[in-house]
């Protein structure tokens, strides 16, 4: 059983940098492919990080390339992403999400298990 919580999230000023955590309390965390995503009022949820099991593998949204970076440690069963340089625009809930499969995927319905979303403002 996956169990996510996310940790980390709160308020930044532009420019600035965050590092959100997320735990999985289950014990098959290496044998998922793990996600970030975030959504923001009105707006679709979307891609922003994600990660392979061996934590080899990782794909960005062009919005956050260069960045944010994504990074896992499976013996602490914890991905994190690590937010640089952030911007007004980053606002949003971001969430942490396990895949059923290996490999690094984009899409929503890729991805079974989802924690709760930790919320990210940024100020101007």
């Known amino acids: 059983q996956v169990q996510l919580v996310e940790s980390g999230g709160g308020l930044v000023q532009a420019g600035g940098s965050l590092r959100l955590s997320c735990t999985d309390s289950?014990?098959?965390?290496?044998?998922?492919?793990m996600g970030w995503f975030r959504q923001s009022p009105g707006k679709e949820r979307e891609f922003v990080a994600g990660?392979?099991?061996?934590?080899?593998?990782?794909r960005y949204a062009d919005s956050v390339k260069g960045r944010f970076t994504i990074s896992r440690d499976n013996g602490k069963n914890t991905v994190y992403l690590q937010m640089n340089t952030v911007k007004p625009e980053d606002t949003a809930v971001y969430y942490c999400?396990?895949?059923?499969?290996?490999?690094?995927?984009?899409?929503?319905?890729?991805?079974?298990?989802w924690g709760q979303g930790t919320q990210v403002t940024v100020s101007s």
């Open positions: 999400a396990a895949a059923l499969g290996f490999s690094v995927t984009v899409a929503v319905p890729s991805y079974d298990y």
């Open positions: 289950g014990r098959t965390f290496s044998r998922h492919a």
């Open positions: 990660i392979d099991w061996s934590g080899v593998s990782t």
